[in-house]
């Protein structure tokens, strides 16, 4: 339905969240009128919670994967995957300076330093910045799929794993997204999972790992449950790592059950963001001086926000104001910024002094966390603008988003004349 106006009403941006529905009810009801809402135990001892463990399954078949587990946020996962493959004070961890908060704070509160690298074009991990961040006490690299497309994972996994690195994958904002025919999380040494509220699929709060290694799995469990290792998952791999003090990161059965009914939506979700993006990129690769978010898959994108880049920033705040009028969804919705121009970057502080990024070192902030340290990043985070798609969208709205991006670009082509 057009308004006075002729163009369609404004959609609203959003991917699991717009598509919550029956699914997500019958299997949350489910788990309320079994009263089970712990996932390890409930009621009936012959009968054992399912839900959590259901999800756990179908994660391990789609990224063919021995181990799956949920935690209960993204950071958690995080924080027990950095915990599970031994890093910890003394140790570096190469991360994007484009990422998210947790990326950072999780390195810091396991007592390492997070040492910031440089993202290119495709805003995810330069990986020629491996090479000129290895200092001996690098002990991993800490990969980001940015909002739905792979990093070049074949370059950062072969120079990573050639100095004897760990390479965690943060698919926080990429489920389900490829890269050379596998899936992202698939990759690497150990990945985590994402289900808060503005996730692809969300539960609100949730998380998951991934990994094919069964010690990184058990020390996984064991950070996430208080250093225990439950009978269920002696039927997946039996222990051999002694306990130690972890942390309680566990899900409960209600967040695995909206989680569950998420998943399975993932591919119709993926699909639908692929079909707008598709009716979009061709026609703004044309417009001259605006240069498309390169990818290095572009088969395996799951194109929930498209990226293009114009020559300078008040450029790209003309554009979006322009767009904004005209109905058109392009604030940068991640909430991403880069961590140097964060508090906890700034103030380098850690809730213990002895875990604090900015020890050791006679003035803060130092080298390598500076905003001069970064002209790449800094140049490439100001000059873009984003485009958020939806479940909601229809392609309708997608034709009004390309549209609408050929008539600005018009416009302030004129207005240079
Ligand atoms: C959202 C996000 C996280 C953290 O997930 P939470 O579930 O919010 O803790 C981690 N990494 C990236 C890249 C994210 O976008």
């Known amino acids: 339905m057009n308004d006075e106006s002729g163009r369609p009403p404004r959609p609203r941006p959003g991917l699991g969240s ?13 788990v309320l009128r079994r009263g089970d809402l712990f996932r390890y135990y409930g009621n009936d001892p012959d009968r054992p919670p399912a ?4 999800l756990e399954e179908e994660l391990r078949a789609f990224h063919g994967l021995p181990f799956a587990h949920l935690v209960s946020s993204g950071t958690a996962a995080l924080e027990a995957s950095l915990a599970a493959v031994g890093i910890g004070p003394g140790n570096e961890v190469i991360v994007p300076a484009w990422s998210w908060i947790s990326c950072f704070t999780a390195v810091v509160r396991c007592g390492a330093v997070p040492v910031l690298a440089e993202v290119d074009a495709s805003l ?3 990986p020629a910045e491996l090479a000129r961040l290895a200092s001996p006490r690098t002990k991993a690299v800490l990969v980001v799929h940015y909002q739905g497309a792979a990093a070049d994972m074949e370059a950062i996994v072969s120079a990573a794993h050639r100095r004897g690195w760990w390479v965690v994958e943060d698919c ?6 490829g890269y050379k025919g596998r899936p992202v999380g698939t990759w690497g040494d150990v990945a985590i999972l994402s289900f808060q509220h503005n996730k692809p699929v969300t539960a609100g709060e949730g998380g998951a790992v991934l990994t094919r290694d069964p010690r990184t799995y058990e020390r996984v469990v064991r950070m996430s449950d208080l250093g225990q290792y439950r009978p269920y998952h002696h039927a997946l791999t039996e222990p051999r790592e002694p306990a130690f003090s972890g942390g309680q990161y566990r899900i409960s059965e209600l967040a695995a ?4 009914a998420q998943w399975r939506k993932l591919p ?18 044309t417009l001259s001086g605006l240069e498309l978010r390169p990818v290095a898959d572009a088969d395996g994108v799951f194109p929930f926000e498209l990226y293009f880049y114009v020559r ?21 919705r991640t909430g991403t910024y880069p961590h140097y121009h964060r508090d906890y970057a700034q103030t380098g502080a850690a809730a213990h002094p002895a875990f604090a990024p900015s020890r050791g070192h006679a003035s803060w902030p130092a080298p390598g966390f500076r905003p001069e340290d970064f002209p790449r990043t800094e140049d490439l985070t100001r000059r873009f603008v984003a485009l958020p798609l939806g479940w909601k969208y229809t392609i309708a709205d997608a034709d009004h988003v390309a ?3 050929e008539a600005v670009h018009a416009e302030l082509d004129q207005s240079r004349a």
Do not use: F, W
């Not at 926080?172 to 997204?177: D, K, Q, T, V």
């Not at 790209?316 to 604030?331: F, I, K, S």
């Open 312 to 332: 300078d920033e008040a450029t790209a705040a003309e554009y979006r104001r322009r767009l904004d009028v005209r109905g058109v969804n392009c604030a940068q």
């Open 403 to 405: 549209a609408s991006v």
């Open 172 to 177: 926080a904002e990429s489920p389900g997204a």
């Open 257 to 260: 059950a909206v989680a569950l």
């Open 18 to 30: 717009m598509a919550i529905g029956a699914e997500e009810e019958s299997l949350v009801l489910d």
């Open 51 to 54: 839900i959590a463990a259901k």
């Open 124 to 126: 995810n991990l330069d």
């Open 268 to 285: 119709a979700i993926r699909e639908h963001c692929r079909n707008l993006a598709a009716r979009i990129l061709p026609r703004l690769a």
